[in-house]
């Protein structure tokens, strides 16, 4: 399949070229040039079809003629070798856990199945690729866990010192191996002014294959619209059709991957865009001009973001008709107070437990289900696991929660980084020397 900017300024690409520039030339992102019609095959999904084969069917006609069918078969079944599960949490109401990877987070879907992909695309090529990634916190763990052990690829990771919370620090930097952890004396600016210098850098370019691994990447995007079909399956085999998913948003590539979905075919009655205070989606939706706004901090900071990129692609799926979007999608925006009211009333009512994102989800799904006479299903996307934000969800429940056993390892492993100075000289030397 060939690939297209958002704004159509540059030539198109295959697959492997999006993936590995991660931004087209002209500043926009890469989306499928022609969406592909999968309706017949989720009308037709074996019951007892499993999530590794769900994502097998729907790689396929991305990456047909990249990769060979039995290649693109590996690359799901080692991506997704963890756990899905979806639960009724009230009735009308239903959580799709996306936590049970290795980081605890739905950002493992698309760490885990890009690196196989870069895997794939090193060994075609019979070169190493070193992927640059600079992170605030999240993002690294995910992609120094997703890239761990995967041959052909190297990763370092470059984080502001001091600057990540100690958990995030613990599952970057204990891994070893082909994942290098570098602790920058800076703040996170520092630290992508270092990566966007490496890669305009001609000397380093001439030396080693640099790569990207950010959260606009094609290749990150697509997993994200699988999970919906799994749901979707799951629930048709007990008799639920008409399905509406909320989804906590921040740069909205989550969010982009259902739409990409019901593009392709799904039958799906609403999205939900679940925001905190970082509304500028919610606001459009609503009727407003898109307006970018600096973000604003919350309990749920994995989406503080104020100028979501993602935003571009929603409008290239809906051919930039702002009508058609507005009537897929509803928005929601709640504050870190009702936040915190829905995670302990939920907790109190039914005993599930909720990371703030999942709450906020979780919310707009209880107001949506209240407004409306229709009675179609909800499923609610949790994106991470409680215990990753113990310290928001401890005092409002009044409870400690327990910490799960990957976590306990990497808590207890020995952290492993490199100091550096935030000279771009010392971290050229660096690389240069690990090659
Ligand atoms: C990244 C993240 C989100 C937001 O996802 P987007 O794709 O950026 O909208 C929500 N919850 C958690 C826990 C995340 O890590």
């Known amino acids: 399949m060939r690939f ?26 890469y989306m499928p040039k022609e969406i592909p019609d999968l309706s ?43 756990p899905l599960s979806l639960k009724r949490i009230v009735p009308g109401i239903h959580v799709l856990e996306l936590f049970h990877g290795p980081t605890l987070a739905f950002k493992d879907f698309g760490a885990r199945f890009m690196a196989r992909l870069f895997s794939e695309k090193a060994s075609k090529e019979g070169q190493k690729v070193t992927i640059l990634v600079a992170t605030s916190g999240d993002t690294g763990s995910a992609v120094a866990n997703g890239f761990y052990n ?14 990540v919370s100690p958990l995030q620090e613990k599952q970057m930097t204990t891994l070893g191996g082909n994942i290098t ?40 995007l ?26 906590p948003s921040g740069n909205f590539g989550n969010l982009t991957g259902g739409l990409l979905a019901k593009i392709m075919g799904m039958h799906v009655k609403h999205f939900l865009a ?36 993602n935003f571009v692609r929603m409008q290239h799926l809906y051919n930039h008709s702002d009508e058609a979007l507005r009537n ?8 870190d107070e009702s936040t915190r009211e829905t995670i302990r009333d939920v907790y109190e009512r039914t005993g599930y437990l909720m990371c703030p994102h999942t709450a906020i989800g979780y919310r707009a799904a209880a107001e949506y289900r209240s407004s409306t006479s229709n009675r179609f299903e909800s499923v609610v996307l949790a994106t991470a696991h409680p215990v990753k ?3 928001v969800i401890e005092p409002v429940i009044n409870q400690s929660i327990e910490i799960p056993v990957q976590l306990e390892e990497s808590l207890q492993s020995d952290k492993k980084s490199i100091p550096l100075s935030a000279e771009y000289n010392d971290f050229k030397a660096l690389l240069l020397a690990g090659r």
């Open 4 to 29: 297209v900017s958002t704004t159509g300024r540059s030539e198109e690409v295959s697959f492997f070229e999006a993936m590995r520039s991660g931004l087209a030339p002209d500043g926009g992102l």
């Open 274 to 309: 679940a925001t905190n205070r970082n509304d500028v989606v919610p606001g459009f939706l609503r009727g407003d001009k898109f307006t970018p706004k600096p973000s604003i901090q919350t309990i749920s900071n994995a989406m503080d973001v104020g100028d979501p990129s």
């Open 181 to 220: 952890a570098i602790e920058i004396d800076g703040v996170f600016d520092d630290c992508q002014r270092l990566v966007k210098k490496a890669f305009v850098d001609p000397e380093l370019s001439r030396m080693m294959n640099l790569s990207s691994a950010n959260s606009i990447n094609i290749a990150r």
């Open 328 to 335: 897929d999608v509803k928005g929601y925006s709640y504050t």
């Open 389 to 391: 934000f113990r310290d």
């Open 222 to 247: 697509l997993p994200q619209s699988f999970y919906y079909v799994y749901a979707f399956n799951e629930l048709k085999k007990t008799g639920i059709t008409d399905l509406v998913f909320s989804v």
């Open 40 to 82: 017949s095959l989720f009308r037709d999904l074996p019951m007892d079809m499993d999530f590794k084969q769900i994502a097998f069917e729907l790689s396929r006609p991305f990456l047909h003629g990249e990769l060979e069918e039995h290649v693109i078969r590996s690359v799901s079944n080692d991506a997704f070798n963890f």
């Open 150 to 163: 995967v041959e052909g690829v190297d990763v370092c990771i470059l984080y502001p010192k001091g600057k």
